[in-house]
Each structure stands twice: as C-alpha cells, then as structure tokens.
C-alpha cells in the first residue's frame, strides 16, 4: 500500500507543477517578478524530480506521460500570454506560440479519433523548442530583477525561439502527418 503511495510522487509533482501556471501568470501581471523568479525555480525543480522518480521508483505512467508535458506547456503560455500583456515580448510572439500548441493539440485529438491510442513521443525538435522558451522566459524574468544581459541577447533569444517554434510545429505536422497517410494506406 504504501509503496503504491509513493508511486504517485512523480504524478502529483507534476500535478503541482500544472497548477503554478496560476500563480506564475497572476505574478507576472502584477509584475512581483522576484517571486516568480522562486516559483519558476520550484518549477523547474519538480520537473527534474518528477520524471527523476518516476523513473527510479518504475512509476512511468500514461498520466504522466500526458500531464508533464501539458504541464509545461500550461506555465509557458501562460507566462507568455503574461509577459505579452505586461510588455514584455509582443502579443504577436505570444500568439505564435499559442497557435503551434493548439495545431498540435488539434492534430493529436484528430490522430486519436480516426486512428486510436498512440504513444506520446516528444521529438528532438520539441524538447529544443520548449528548452528555448524556457530559457528566454527565464532571461525576461531574470532581467526584471538584475538587468544583466545586453539586448542584443534578447533579439537573437527571441529570434531563436520563434525558429524553434515554426520548426518543431513543423516537424510534428510532417511527422504526424506521414504517420496518418501511412496509416489510412493500411486500412
């Protein structure tokens, strides 16, 4: 009973790690940038720790494998949606971040509807883009509370992620894509 407890560590981590989201983007509008600073911290912390166990313990779970990365997906939009409404990076970078989400978002439902179950795989591409975003979200909080990077990191940061944006969405479009066609040749 109670190792089956502890298998649920991973699980309820990244559980929490989702509801930051809240915090995180309600810190953001009301620009208390050190104590995102701490919360995106913790954050990153109980995302280390959470696939870290969940390996240790041999606790991989389908939840899991859906819930971590929607997690980070929900504290990069809406730390985004934030920063755009505050100023910090336009609403246009926003938007372009929201659009390959939901793109993919909608591309799985539709796999899993005309196709059934499939396994949730996150490409070299994918774990590049969210790497950038995180970091650039990193820089932009950071920069609120010590002013230490030039500019010029900011342009070629953000120019960076928005190529990590459209490539990765791209890739899971043609991936997807080819795994659809190859599966409508087979019915």
Known sequence: MAYSVIKQIPNILTTLRLLLAVPICLLILDRNYPTVLWIAFIAGLSDAADGWLARKLNALTRFGAIADPLSDKALL???????????????????????????????????????????????????????????????????????????????????????????????????????????????
């Open 77 to 187: 939009i809406s730390a985004y949606v934030a920063f755009a409404i505050v100023g910090l990076v336009p609403v246009w970078v926003a938007a372009i971040i929201i659009v390959r989400d939901v793109i993919i978002i909608i591309g799985a439902t539709a796999y899993h509807w005309w196709f059934g179950r499939y396994e949730i795989a996150p490409s070299f591409w994918g774990k590049a883009n969210t790497f950038i975003q995180i970091t650039y979200a990193l820089m932009l909080l950071t920069h609120q509370v010590y002013p230490i990077f030039p500019s010029l990191s900011f342009h070629i940061g953000l120019w960076l992620l928005l190529s990590l944006v459209v490539i990765s969405g791209g890739h899971y479009i043609y991936t997807w894509g080819r795994k659809a066609r190859i599966n409508l040749t087979i019915n």
